[in-house]
């Protein structure tokens, strides 16, 4: 079984546990890559989700051997067996201890905020990891989840190895997992897009699963908020699913359009949504294909459709907003954004105020470069030379204002500490430059 991202897992994780909806469960992701499954998992029962932080104590001179587990509230397992065996002090443990803690403290507030720890105590709860390799950090989870007095532990995952499921099922009353191969190498395997997640993804999916109250949204001029919903936009005959933000008095509007192998709902792609959101943009994150349609590699090439359909989208957008739009295309996307804004004589080709092209392949836009009018900036990892060299390429053929924005040491995925939130502050400064004031 090969899962097309967190989301994609995510989403056929929850169908394996619809029958706990009954049970009124908590959902608590793993950090960082277990909480884009678990918002998933959360969304579909219905249930309230948060982190499960724990912090595993290292023997001092061998740091991967545990004797130990903390997690917030106090929650303490110790295994006396390893302690005696591996010699460590009450002196070292202390120190240990106090050494973790502080990490567990600090990384609580970094996920939750001002917000308070979901109450566990008589309550089924659901810990989510994104794949089980050796089961170290799932064991330590159930553990304290156990320790805070959660009536039954449920440890679901989209893969996992069959060693570590044998092990974990000593820890939870169950293990779901939807996959278990024998030749489990790594978790990363299973994943067609296994970037890694940020801390500021994991923030923004706990905000939004919170409700209003806790969820940093889009602001209106206001200070209004604005709630995701999902949207189905007809164009060139078909239905397409996107995730809408759209508050009042937007600085503009930024249609997401993804490349090949991915989807709307790109951890990536959401990173950078939810900066723009935050800056007081809106946001469409947009499927140009349908599922069926996607299953033909092919199509993901087919700019002209991918195009047209964008173009559509972007008049069905305008019927819902008199805000300044703009495209941001990935890959393949980048090329079908930069297609439509080209487009002379149409709507969409004199809405377009403009486009940012992150990992793009505006090569595949020809021979329509010449014509685009939006200010254009094109974001290329570093250690990307191939994508760099045809961005190089491409920008000598734009007539607009346009910009290459080379992000040091990153690859094609920007998955390098720091490279996405780079990319994110690239995109806000460009559509503020370019839509409209920032809205504060």
């Known amino acids: 079984m090969l899962f097309t991202d967190r989301a994609d897992a995510g989403q056929r ?112 709860v659901v810990v989510v990891d994104d794949g089980i390799a050796t089961g170290a950090t799932a064991a330590a989870a159930c553990e304290v989840v156990r320790a805070q007095g959660a009536a039954r532990v449920v440890l679901a995952a989209p893969v996992a190895a069959p060693d570590a499921v044998a092990r974990l099922s000593s820890r939870a009353d169950d293990v779901v997992c939807l996959s278990v191969p024998a030749m489990f190498r790594a978790v990363g395997e299973w994943y067609e897009d296994f970037t890694q997640t940020s801390d500021e993804e994991v923030v923004a999916l706990l905000a939004r699963a919170a409700g209003p109250a806790g969820r940093t949204a889009a602001r209106g001029a206001g200070g209004e908020t604005a709630e995701e919903v999902e949207v189905a ?47 007081g943009f809106g946001t469409l994150l947009l499927d140009l294909l349908t599922p069926a349609e996607e299953a033909h590699r092919a199509n993901v090439f087919d700019i002209d459709t991918l195009a047209g359909r964008l173009a559509d989208t972007t008049r069905w957008l305008r019927t819902r907003t008199s805000a300044p739009l703009g495209y941001f295309g990935a890959s393949t996307g980048a090329a079908a954004a930069l297609r439509a804004a080209a487009a002379s004589g149409t709507s969409a080709g004199t809405e377009i105020g403009a486009v940012v092209s992150r990992g793009g392949r505006p090569d595949l836009a020809r021979p329509r470069l010449g014509d685009v009018r939006a200010p254009t900036l094109l974001v290329v990892g570093g250690r990307d030379t191939l994508v760099l060299d045809l961005n190089r390429r491409a920008q000598a053929e734009l007539r607009c204002e346009n910009h290459l924005e080379v992000v040091a040491g990153a690859t094609h995925l920007f998955e390098e500490p720091g490279a996405l939130e780079q990319v994110a502050e690239l995109a806000q400064d460009w559509f503020t430059t370019h839509l409209g004031p920032r809205v504060d």
């Open 233 to 279: 936009v007809e164009a060139d005959g078909v239905r397409l699913a996107g995730d809408l933000t759209l508050p009042g008095g937007a600085g503009g509007v930024v249609v997401f359009a993804h490349g090949s192998g991915s989807s709307r709902r790109s951890p990536r792609n959401k990173s950078v949504a939810t900066a723009l959101n935050r800056a």
């Open 13 to 124: 994780l929850a169908v394996a546990l619809r029958h706990l909806e009954a049970d009124d469960p908590v959902v608590l992701g793993l950090p960082r890559g277990g909480v884009p499954v678990a918002y998933e998992v959360a969304r579909t029962l219905g249930a309230p989700l948060d982190v499960v932080v724990v912090r595993k104590l290292g023997v001092p001179y061998h740091r991967e051997l545990g004797f130990g587990a903390i997690g917030e509230g106090g929650a303490r397992v110790i295994s006396d067996d390893i302690v005696r065996r591996s010699g460590v002090g009450p002196d070292e443990a202390a120190a240990v201890e106090r050494a973790e803690k502080a990490e567990l403290d600090r990384r609580a507030r970094r996920f939750r905020g001002d917000r308070p720890r979901l109450a566990l105590r008589g309550r089924t």
